[in-house]
């Protein structure tokens, strides 16, 4: 058969298309509309990480291959930060691994810990790149959904959800798209089960700072019996404000930093090495910035949060990550997909479907996430327009 008749995609991947947010951002640039879409700030973090980054560069540092686990100065940079947050010890040396961003190490992580076949548990709906990543490693996926309106995980349905094929938790907390975040007695529930099921935990914490109303962030691995089971993934996109810097970590036990750097190692082999400086100069930045960061976007959740609800629609108020979720059933609306493909023709704004993060066909057909990563007078902007729309 010849190339062109063939299906080329291959079965592991099929169906998994056009990623969301490029289309997306696609359509926002095709149209001019204001992208609230994907989830990049729309001003650059802090000018003396930039200028760290230019440091480096000139002074030659990182402008050849890095070291495989990353530059020795990001490694105990990232060990500090979680003594510093936490309280919990990291040999920088066999602990931590530098990543091509969290994308990288969410890859990386489930091609080294899973076998075809082997069962994944992750809550609903999911960062799209999940689903991928389970997918090329040949497994599973088995999807809990988050129910509305406050997106609490379903502790017994978890239990239920394991069987002697489940290998593997990945969560996600603060969460992205809903915005929940783990309380403490969700987490112990969920580490006992890992340790009475002796599951492996994989942990998406790239908003570890971005929580509001005092919501802390808990990381699962501190948990009793987590951390020699939980490989813990966070990056310097969201905190710094850099998304297009890619520069990404994972901490855990030496045995899995080890197995993840063996998968890691021949995907990208390493990445950013300029910039992989210049986010260990980020990361020990004092208290304030870290408390300015998420009163800055606590302040932008609530302009864009009263914006979506004089405009009509239902606001699912987030307790961390840059996003709100909303529900448009309100205004006699059945799809988010298509009702976002038309929004900016309607109004000039751009969302994205929180129903392509549902494996369940018909949970989150009406739900519409929107960024509020955003400029204090764009995300103004955007609310009136989205008034005029649908309130008018
Ligand atoms: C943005 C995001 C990532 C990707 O992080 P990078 O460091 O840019 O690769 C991973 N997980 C979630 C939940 C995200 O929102």
Same mark, same amino acid.
């Given at each position: 058969?010849?190339?062109?008749?063939?299906?080329?995609?291959?079965?592991?991947? @099929?169906?998994?298309?056009?990623?969301?947010?490029?289309?997306?951002?696609?359509?926002?640039?095709?149209?001019?509309? +204001?992208?609230?879409?994907?989830?990049?700030?729309?001003?650059?973090?802090?000018?003396?990480?930039?200028?760290?980054?230019?440091?480096?560069?000139?002074?030659?540092?990182?402008?050849?291959?890095?070291?495989?686990?990353?530059?020795?100065?990001?490694?105990? #940079?990232?060990?500090?930060?979680?003594?510093?947050?936490?309280?919990?010890?990291?040999?920088?040396?066999?602990?931590?691994?530098?990543?091509?961003?969290?994308?990288?190490?969410?890859?990386?992580?489930?091609?080294?810990?899973?076998?075809?076949? @082997?069962?994944?548990?992750?809550?609903?709906?999911?960062?799209?790149?999940?689903?991928?990543?389970?997918?090329?490693?040949?497994?599973?996926?088995?999807?809990?959904?988050?129910?509305?309106?406050?997106?609490?995980?379903?502790? @017994?349905?978890?239990?239920?959800?394991?069987?002697?094929?489940?290998?593997?938790?990945?969560?996600?907390?603060?969460?992205?798209?809903?915005?929940?975040?783990?309380?403490?007695?969700?987490?112990?529930?969920? #580490?006992?089960?890992?340790?009475?099921?002796?599951?492996?935990?994989?942990?998406?914490?790239?908003?570890?700072?971005?929580?509001? @109303?005092?919501?802390?962030? +808990?990381?699962?691995?501190?948990?009793?019996?987590?951390?020699?089971?939980?490989?813990?993934?966070?990056?310097?996109?969201?905190?710094?404000?850099?998304?297009?810097?890619?520069?990404?970590?994972?901490?855990?036990?030496?045995?899995?930093?080890?197995?993840?750097?063996? #998968?890691?190692?021949?995907?990208?082999?390493?990445?950013?090495?300029?910039?992989?400086?210049?986010?260990?100069?980020?990361?020990?930045?004092?208290?304030?910035?870290?408390?300015?960061?998420?009163?800055?976007?606590?302040?932008?959740?609530?302009?864009? #949060?009263?914006?979506?609800?004089?405009?009509?629609?239902?606001?699912?108020?987030?307790?961390?990550?840059?996003? +709100?979720?909303?529900?448009?059933?309100?205004?006699?609306?059945?799809?988010?997909?298509?009702?976002?493909?038309?929004?900016?023709?309607?109004?000039?704004?751009?969302?994205?479907?929180?129903?392509?993060?549902?494996?369940?066909?018909?949970?989150?057909?009406?739900?519409?996430?929107?960024?509020?990563?955003?400029?204090?007078?764009?995300?103004?902007?955007?609310?009136?327009?989205?008034?005029?729309?649908?309130?008018?």
């Amino acid at each position: 058969m010849r190339v062109r008749d063939r299906a080329l995609l291959n079965r592991r991947l @099929d169906g998994l298309g056009t990623t969301i947010f490029a289309e997306m951002s696609a359509l926002a640039v095709a149209t001019g509309a +204001i992208n609230l879409g994907q989830g990049f700030p729309d001003t650059d973090g802090p000018e003396q990480v930039r200028e760290a980054a230019v440091r480096a560069l000139r002074d030659g540092r990182g402008n050849q291959y890095p070291p495989g686990p990353g530059v020795p100065e990001l490694r105990r #940079a990232v060990s500090e930060h979680q003594q510093r947050f936490y309280g919990m010890a990291f040999d920088p040396d066999t602990e931590v691994l530098v990543t091509a961003g969290a994308t990288e190490a969410i890859a990386a992580a489930m091609l080294a810990l899973l076998e075809p076949g @082997d069962e994944v548990i992750a809550f609903e709906p999911f960062y799209d790149s999940y689903a991928a990543c389970i997918a090329m490693a040949g497994a599973v996926r088995v999807p809990l959904t988050l129910p509305a309106p406050g997106f609490r995980p379903d502790l @017994d349905a978890l239990r239920d959800a394991v069987t002697p094929r489940t290998r593997l938790l990945l969560l996600n907390s603060p969460h992205n798209p809903t915005g929940m975040v783990l309380t403490r007695d969700e987490l112990t529930a969920i #580490a006992e089960l890992a340790v009475e099921q002796d599951l492996l935990v994989v942990t998406d914490e790239v908003y570890e700072h971005l929580t509001f @109303d005092g919501v802390p962030h +808990i990381p699962p691995a501190s948990l009793p019996g987590m951390r020699e089971r939980t490989v813990s993934i966070s990056s310097a996109g969201k905190t710094f404000s850099f998304t297009g810097w890619k520069v990404g970590w994972v901490t855990g036990s030496a045995e899995l930093v080890a197995a993840v750097r063996t #998968a890691k190692q021949f995907l990208t082999y390493v990445a950013s090495g300029p910039f992989q400086y210049a986010v260990a100069e980020a990361l020990a930045l004092p208290d304030a910035y870290y408390t300015s960061v998420r009163d800055d976007l606590q302040d932008k959740r609530d302009l864009l #949060a009263s914006g979506l609800t004089a405009a009509g629609f239902e606001v699912y108020r987030p307790q961390g990550t840059y996003f +709100i979720t909303t529900d448009i059933a309100a205004f006699g609306e059945k799809d988010a997909l298509a009702f976002c493909r038309a929004l900016p023709e309607r109004c000039g704004v751009v969302a994205v479907p929180s129903s392509v993060f549902y494996d369940h066909p018909t949970a989150g057909r009406t739900q519409v996430r929107f960024a509020f990563c955003k400029r204090h007078d764009v995300l103004a902007d955007a609310a009136a327009r989205l008034r005029k729309a649908f309130n008018a």
